[in-house]
């Protein structure tokens, strides 16, 4: 009996996909049945249980249940990520996004607002930060704030703490590196932190795309929501991106993944500027 417990039922890989799904819209379907058990074997040696089997019978108690969400969630959340990811977007942030934005009728001040809504452990956050921060030095007039959510805590304290290993900032460019990173004083622990300057203009917090409402500012310049989405069914996606798009400053940009591109069927007011960036 405890031999048959150290993997999931087939009631309880449902009762667990569900459970996923309802709280961060990722489906898992049977094909990742066993990607969900490794992934759980972690928190199963944490909590001393014999197998994912009575983890997952323990976890639908209610007290256990408001214990262990977020420690699920770090578990079944992918958190792919690195700096300059995409390369492309940078540059449109650069060269169109931030000119056009600046130049708006409306614009009340040269305050800009960004948002990266998966943030992951940061390096999307950093590396807009690095981008626009170049602009400034160039001459460009402008301020702007960064804010950086997830649902995952694991992430968001990487983030916070802004720590990497060195091999991560490989694509960085040089004169970057060398100007917004800091080296770690022990050599031997390869380590590099992102500079107070840059820190203090993000800000990272908790925040789920599932939820009805979301604790952000409504006149938001531009939106990162890359490698999210398709994890989603359409109409996750299509409730996901209107309410993103609720919080984004007419003529704004939302920013998705390479994969993502027919995102804007989801909500015909968005305008498609390129393959992966739309205009609301």
């Known amino acids: 009996m ?93 060269t169109v996004a931030v000119p056009e934005l600046l130049k708006l009728p409306d614009r009340k001040s040269n305050d800009l607002k960004i948002w990266s809504s998966a943030c992951s452990t940061g390096m999307e956050a950093y590396t807009t930060a690095m981008v626009l921060d170049d602009m400034v030095q160039a001459g460009r007039r402008f301020q702007f704030r960064i804010l950086g959510t997830d649902i995952s805590t694991a992430v968001l304290r990487v983030a916070t703490a802004a720590i990497y290993n060195r091999e991560v900032i490989a694509p960085v460019p040089a004169p970057f590196i060398e100007r917004y990173f800091l080296t770690s004083r022990d050599r031997a622990r390869q380590e590099v932190r992102v500079v107070p300057e840059l820190r203090r203009l993000t800000n990272f917090t908790r925040m789920n795309l599932m939820d009805s409402s979301y604790p952000v500012d409504r006149d938001v310049d531009i939106i990162f929501c890359r490698n999210v ?3 989603f069914d359409r109409d996750t996606q299509r409730k996901v991106v209107e309410q993103l798009c609720s919080h984004l400053r007419p003529g704004g940009y939302l920013l998705v993944g390479h994969s993502e591109s027919m995102i804007h069927s989801a909500l015909p007011k968005l305008r498609q500027v390129q393959p992966t960036v739309f205009r609301l």
Not at 61 to 68: C, G, M, P, S, T
Request: aromatic content about 10%.
């Open 2 to 94: 405890v031999q048959a417990n150290r993997q999931l039922s087939d009631r309880q890989f449902r009762s667990l996909a569900e459970l996923i799904e309802g709280q961060v819209g990722i489906k898992m379907p049977t094909a990742k049945r066993l990607m969900l058990e490794g992934r759980l074997h972690k928190r199963v040696r944490a909590l001393n249980y014999s197998g994912v089997g009575e983890y997952v019978d323990n976890l639908f108690d209610k007290a256990v249940l408001d214990e262990e969400l977020t420690h699920l969630i770090d578990v079944v959340t992918t958190n792919k990520t690195d700096f300059f990811r995409e390369p492309q977007h940078f540059e449109f942030l650069r």
């Open 229 to 231: 989405l398709i994890y």
